[in-house]
């Protein structure tokens, strides 16, 4: 029965140890814990995913997002655009639906463990509305922290899911006809996942 058992064993930490040595080629794998803490040579990376914010419109709103980032074992450097647009339509006093999107782009330097990543943001964006004409939109900043959850792929592609929250220290608003329909809420929030790949 012995017999019968090894070679399965051997079969499978030969695997095993493959799939290691693969993953740890990879551009996006964690320092070797024998290293003295140096940071290896950047590499480019491309990423795209979407996610779902809550905050910087009226209602829920569901976004895509596009990443170039330096990034090594341990640290990188990325700029983010991105676009979400509000699920739901706000209704003026004269009851005309408007429809709100932002549009911006981020600047998102990142530290890096084992599997997780802690990432300052930066976000400079502008919010418009569509259906009706009185209705304008101001500069929207945001300042804050993303957390995100890094799994490495076979070549050089990860799958990232993170969580985010900014603070916005300029609230915007959305007028018509004199009257504010909506004001930005000091606080939002934003998740989902992005695939990337690195070169």
Not at 75 to 95: A, F, I, N, P
Not at 147 to 153: D, G, M, N, P, R
Request: hydrophobic share 50%; glycine share 10%; charged share 15%.
């Amino acid at each position: 029965m012995l017999h019968a058992v090894w070679p399965r064993a051997i079969l499978a930490g030969l695997l095993l140890s493959l799939s290691l040595s693969f993953v740890s080629s990879s551009a996006f794998a964690a320092p070797p814990e024998d290293t003295d803490g140096a940071a290896d040579e950047p590499h480019l990376a491309l990423g795209a995913g979407s996610h779902v914010a809550f905050g910087p419109t009226p209602a829920i709103a569901l976004g895509a997002h596009v990443s170039a980032e330096l990034v090594t074992r341990v640290w990188s450097l990325g700029l983010e655009g991105r676009y979400d647009l509000s699920t739901s339509d706000v209704r003026t006093l004269q009851g005309q639906a408007v429809r709100t999107k932002l549009a911006g782009g981020s600047f998102v330097p990142c530290l890096r463990a084992r599997g997780l990543w802690a990432c300052g943001v930066v976000l400079a964006s502008r919010v418009t509305s569509d259906g009706a004409e009185a209705i304008n939109a101001r500069f929207f900043l945001g300042i804050g922290a993303r957390f995100e959850l890094h799994l490495a792929l076979p070549s050089d592609f990860a799958l990232r899911l993170c969580g985010e929250l900014l603070t916005h220290p300029f609230a915007y608003e959305l007028v018509a006809n004199g009257h504010r329909v909506f004001r930005s809420s000091i606080l939002s929030t934003m998740i989902g996942p992005s695939l990337v790949h690195a070169f």
